[in-house]
């Protein structure tokens, strides 16, 4: 079964953070619905965005220009030194994304990435207090209107 260009891109960035050196290790996640037990962090999670995916309609040649908004999030188990800590788990992930690694994986399927913001973000509510680093990042690449699993 193919897949779409969205669920490839998903993939190597799940795979070029599984394969990076940072805190969560090989914990890093692609969709994950469930809350993580604290047992599973530090972990990274990655999904699409709420912007999920700008399509510009073809030219006279089919071919579409595609931009895929997705959120890494780098998820630590709360502590007094949360901020400083999720700012350096971003760091190495902003790191692993433009590694030589990074750029091979990912420019077999993208144009062009780039993160576009980085947020902090703590919780204390329920049993699993958290702090985040949230980073929003775009991928470009082309499809033809008819083949959208396939790179233009």
């Given at each position: 079964m193919a897949?779409?260009m969205?669920?490839?891109?998903?993939d190597?960035?799940?795979a070029?953070?599984?394969?990076?050196?940072?805190d969560?290790a090989?914990?890093?996640y692609a969709?994950?619905?469930?809350?993580?037990?604290k047992?599973?962090l530090p972990a990274?999670?990655?999904d699409?965005?709420?912007?999920?995916?700008?399509?510009e309609?073809?030219?006279?040649?089919t071919?579409?220009?595609?931009?895929?908004?997705?959120?890494?999030?780098?998820?630590l188990?709360?502590?007094?030194?949360?901020?400083?800590?999720a700012?350096?788990f971003?760091?190495?992930v902003e790191?692993a994304?433009f590694s030589?690694?990074a750029?091979?994986?990912?420019s077999a399927?993208c144009?062009?990435w780039?993160?576009?913001?980085?947020?902090?973000?703590?919780?204390t509510?329920g049993?699993?207090?958290?702090?985040?680093?949230v980073?929003?990042w775009?991928?470009s690449?082309s499809?033809?209107?008819?083949?959208?699993d396939?790179k233009?």
């Amino acid at each position: 079964m193919a897949l779409h260009m969205q669920q490839q891109v998903l993939d190597a960035v799940v795979a070029v953070l599984q394969a990076a050196s940072t805190d969560a290790a090989a914990r890093v996640y692609a969709d994950r619905l469930d809350n993580l037990q604290k047992a599973k962090l530090p972990a990274i999670l990655v999904d699409e965005a709420d912007a999920g995916e700008s399509i510009e309609p073809g030219t006279i040649t089919t071919v579409q220009q595609r931009t895929l908004a997705v959120q890494i999030r780098c998820v630590l188990a709360l502590t007094d030194d949360n901020a400083a800590e999720a700012r350096a788990f971003g760091l190495q992930v902003e790191k692993a994304m433009f590694s030589d690694a990074a750029r091979t994986a990912l420019s077999a399927l993208c144009s062009r990435w780039a993160i576009t913001a980085s947020r902090l973000e703590q919780s204390t509510e329920g049993d699993r207090p958290y702090a985040q680093r949230v980073q929003d990042w775009t991928f470009s690449y082309s499809t033809r209107r008819a083949t959208p699993d396939v790179k233009a």
